[in-house]
Nanobody
Framework: QVQLVESGGGLVQAGGSLRLSCAASGSIFSINDMGWYRQAPGKQRELVATITSVGSPNYADSVKGRFTISRDNAKNTVYLQMNSLKPEDTAVYYC??????????????WGQGTLVTVSS
């Protein structure tokens, strides 16, 4: 079994920072793309940022310049550094990964989510 466990969410004032972590555990051969998604109340889940296995990032326009995604392949962990937080960033943040337990056989895994609340 493979699991993703997120941590780092919480309550922060507007303009503050949080760092989210997501660690994959289990019988893992390799991990391809990893990413962060979020879902605010009454809205659809949306992409926040993704990162390839070699570290190439992609960001939603709404977070460019404020958020940074990174990963540590040796630890099977992806991070999301969130700076200059705004109330509209309030959402449940979900970690996602394409995981292979044997070579080139990938499947998608989601974490349970961590709540980020930004007060004005």
């Amino acid at each position: 079994q493979v699991q993703l466990v997120e941590s780092g969410g919480g309550l922060v004032q507007a303009g503050g920072s949080l760092r989210l972590s997501c660690a994959a555990s289990g019988s893992i051969f390799s991990i391809n793309d990893m990413g962060w998604y979020r879902q605010a109340p009454g809205k659809q889940r949306e992409l926040v940022a993704t990162i390839t296995s070699v570290g190439s990032p992609n960001y939603a326009d709404s977070v460019k310049g404020r958020f940074t995604i990174s990963r540590d392949n040796a630890k099977n962990t992806v991070y999301l550094q969130m700076n200059s937080l705004k109330p509209e960033d309030t959402a449940v943040y979900y970690c996602n990964a394409a995981v292979a337990i044997v070579a080139f056989r990938y499947f998608e895994v989601w974490g349970q989510g961590t709540l980020v609340t930004v007060s004005s």
